[in-house]
């Protein structure tokens, strides 16, 4: 096969990331803004304040990603831009923002898909206890109808949450991202059932008040490991090291995704719920496992997994000659037949890649162009696996990379740059790097050109 005829070619991007924070604009401060006010939590001291000043520049940005042949864009929403204190009062200003933007991409022939939630939570949640709050899944509710009321009869799909196991894992577990804590597990997990359950209701929200029938799902880290060698030993210790789990883990992706998927936690979970202070209520499960559409994965690298004497799942450390991005994340392509196959097998979803990219310090050279051969290799080698798992009969229905243009990469600053557009970020000039005019022919030639 080559790529599916109604495959989405998309790229990606994030409002805290892009925009410019909105309380400069009338909107509400996020945890964000706290966090890069802390000395040393940012690599370079900078924060979003001013990002890609995308919220004025919205229209110009749009125009370039028409002219790159780009077919479908993931966004996110600011919540504070919206409801600058997270609950009842809603911004008219902020809201209408997000109208004017997916308005100005269907005009330009791009399909949004929109995510709820990209990690910004409304400062004001924050110091009622943000996700620890037992009411934050009322209060997401709350943000996701005024969201679809207003939006739902454009927008192609919907994410309701973006990484858990960053926000939760990052930033209220090892304290590196917003809001900078470092909580205990009982409380990890009590944080984690609270973002699921905001999923599950925003999810009922989208099926009740969207009029355009749009797609949906949300997107998750997609965790996953790669078989060492093609014996079924190790194949099997790489499928449990993607999809079970034997300890407690965040960034584990089952204990996320068997709840959506399968209505349950995995085993581990359910021993531990056992242990804590408070469990789960009644029909939680239900509303957590409301059927979503795809299976939407953020996928950048994966170990490389045997299986060890006993069976188990054993990390192979031999990583001689292994190339690394700028983040030293390892250039690892296989993640993307591995990953979208074992998720199929166990959760028999169509599978969309909702982030993948390569993190570079990408410059404009003195021809006034940006060169960037390497991220062209890397998604080259990432697509190629991902048609491989189509042929394979993996149901693959989306690729969006990460990300459409340089921003800020969080406790990262400025420094790395994953776009495919380079933005210089004194003048905000944007220039399209030689990977943005690749892009494009993979997307007029629906992928055939990369295999
Ligand atoms: O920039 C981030 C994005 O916000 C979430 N996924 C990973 C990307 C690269 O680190």
Known sequence: MAFPEKF?????????????????????????????????????????????DHFNRFREDIALMK????????????????????????????????????????????QPHVTMYHWDTPWELYLKGGWLNSDMPSWFQDYAEVLVKKLGDRVASWMTINEPQCFIGLGMEQGIHAPGDKLGQQEILWASHQALLSHGKAVQVIRSEATNKPLVGWAPVGGCAIPHTNSTEDIE???????????????????????????????????????????????????????????????????????????????????????????????????????????????????????????LSD???????????????????????????????????????????????WAEGYRFRFGLVHVDYTTQKRTPKDSAYWYKDVIATNGANIL
């Open 8 to 52: 989405m070619w998309g790229v990606a991007t994030a409002a805290y990331q892009i925009e410019g924070s909105p309380y400069t604009t009338g909107g509400g401060q996020s945890v964000w803004d706290m966090f890069c006010k802390r000395p040393g939590k940012i690599a370079d001291a900078s924060s979003g304040e001013v990002a890609c």
């Open 67 to 110: 002219d790159l042949g780009i077919p479908h864009y993931r966004l996110s929403i600011s919540w504070p831009r919206v409801m600058p204190s997270g609950m009842r009062n809603v911004s008219q200003e902020g809201l209408d923002f997000y109208s004017q933007l997916i308005d100005e991409l269907l005009v330009n022939g791009i």
């Open 237 to 359: 210790a790489a499928r449990f090291a993607t999809v079970e789990m034997d300890t407690f883990n965040t960034w584990s992706t089952g204990m996320w995704t068997d709840p959506v998927f399968l209505g349950r936690y995995p085993k581990v979970i359910e021993e531990f719920w056992e242990t804590c202070y408070q469990q789960p209520a009644d029909g939680d499960m239900e509303i957590i496992s409301q059927p979503i559409d795809f299976f939407g994965a953020n996928i950048y690298n994966a170990p490389r997994v045997r299986a060890g004497a006993n069976g188990k799942p054993e990390v192979v450390r031999d990583e001689t000659g292994l190339g690394r991005t700028l983040f030293h994340w390892p250039v690892s392509p296989e993640a993307l037949y591995w990953g979208p196959k074992f998720f199929h097998d166990r959760y028999k979803k169509p599978v969309v890649i909702t982030e993948n990219g390569m993190a």
């Open 363 to 409: 410059w404009v050279h003195l021809d006034g162009k940006v060169h960037d051969p390497q991220r062209i290799d890397f998604l080259q080698r990432y697509l190629q696996e991902f048609e491989r798992a189509g042929r394979d009969g993996v149901d693959i229905a989306g690729y969006m990379q990460w990300s459409f243009m340089d921003n800020f990469e």
